[in-house]
């Protein structure tokens, strides 16, 4: 099928743009013809368009024969609607807390609202409209974000990956992580800056601190994950606390305990490295991108109905130039593990190097040792050392 998704914003790095990016470039591997539309363009376009997606800012560039658009905000909705009025819309609610994320209240605006958690189905079933709402779970593409080494079994490394934490609340998770002995670095527009590539940071940590879709992604990395944001705290995700901080989005509001950075600190203390792996596997069952993009596709198709006009017939032009867009990808792709390879191999000559001389001057000290243990002076004192020895005893 011939399928657009529109979105309010394609720069930076939120949840929003990693959810629209991973599930628009699974329609895309599974052979679908995908567009993304945007009036604002940025670094999140530019991955795509990395991903071997075609990324437009005017909806006027879009083809006329497309069967429905994803919409992923009221804004992107409107915006779309006055382009292609005609185009049908599956809408993705991504939360509950701002309106922008409301689909318009309009009769037939969009087909159905699609919602990632429980807590935001709720919202949307109250709308003024009388809109369908199906409920799927964040999807997490598994070749991306996965374990590249186990956790520590003794936590060294905290992440902060949050786009809000700021001011005395990211002060309390500092404290926190000196008292524990940790060292932390924070990845987000209130850090060092937001980034395309999440699971690089993520793969450096033991712990990542985060809320909503950044607590999946860290899941699937094999990373301990501790909720904590601007609005509020929910402590360690486990399989205990699994069900219950999943249906508020794991967004820090299922309790409403407010620790100190003492309390934070001692939970840090009852880190379970076990965590990493049970996360991998809850991940693998609960958040399938296939099923979620199948699904996805198949709202769409009912959407457009009848009046599809590609009816998913496809070319052989159509698919030779996807091919072409997916090898220039993987090209891309295979360049960047080559080069992280390259430094990765580089570092290990260098750790080599150093160990070589640690063992050089280990060797040195022992020679000396033995120097001085062979001595004329260390065997006169001897009796000496021995009555000292003895007087420590009593």
């Not at 690089?200 to 501790?226: H, M, P, S, T």
């Amino acid at each position: 099928m011939r399928i657009v998704h529109a979105t309010h914003s394609l720069d930076g790095s939120t949840g929003v743009q990693s959810y629209l990016l991973t599930v628009a470039d699974e329609m895309q591997r599974t052979g679908h013809e995908v567009w993304l539309f945007s009036t604002e363009l940025g670094s999140a376009a530019e991955y795509g368009e990395a991903l071997g997606l075609r990324v437009l800012g005017d909806s006027a560039e879009l083809p006329d024969d497309l069967d429905f658009a994803v919409v992923h905000s009221g804004v992107a909705s409107h915006e779309l609607a006055a382009g292609k009025p005609a185009l049908p819309q599956v809408s993705v609610a991504h939360g509950s807390y701002f309106d922008s994320y409301t689909p318009p209240q309009i009769d037939g605006a969009v087909a159905c609202v699609v919602t990632l958690w429980p807590q935001t189905a709720t919202r949307m079933q109250g709308l003024a409209t009388n809109i369908p709402v199906v409920t799927l779970s964040q999807p997490v593409d598994r070749t991306r974000f996965r374990d590249r080494a186990p956790i520590g079994q003794r936590a060294r490394r905290a992440l902060i990956l949050s786009n809000y934490l700021d001011g005395e609340r990211r002060e309390r998770i500092e404290r926190a992580c000196a008292l524990a002995g940790l060292e932390l670095e924070h990845v987000g527009a209130t850090g060092s800056g937001q980034t395309s590539r999440a699971e690089d940071a993520i793969n450096r940590a033991d712990i990542v601190i985060g809320k909503g879709r950044a607590v999946v992604e860290a899941l699937a990395c094999g990373r301990a994950v501790y909720i904590y944001d601007m609005w509020g705290s929910d402590g360690w995700v486990t399989p205990e606390t699994y069900d219950q901080l999943a249906y508020t989005g794991f967004g820090g509001v299922s309790t409403t305990r407010e620790p100190t950075a003492e309390e934070i600190a001692e939970d840090f203390a009852r880190y379970d490295p076990a965590l990493g792996a049970w996360g991998v596997k809850i991940v693998a069952i609960n958040h399938r991108l296939a099923e979620h993009s199948a699904r996805l596709i198949e709202l769409g198709a009912a959407a457009a109905g009848e009046g599809s006009r590609s009816n998913g017939s496809r070319g052989s032009a159509e698919e030779l130039a996807r091919l072409a867009r997916q090898s220039w990808r993987h090209e891309g792709q295979a360049h960047v593990h080559s080069e992280y390879l390259k430094q990765q191999s580089q570092r290990i000559e260098e750790l080599e190097r150093e160990l070589d001389a640690s063992r050089r001057e280990t060797r040195a000290i022992l020679a000396e040792l033995d120097a001085i243990r062979g001595s004329r002076s260390w065997r006169l004192t001897a009796p000496l050392r021995g009555i000292r020895a003895r007087d420590r005893e009593n």
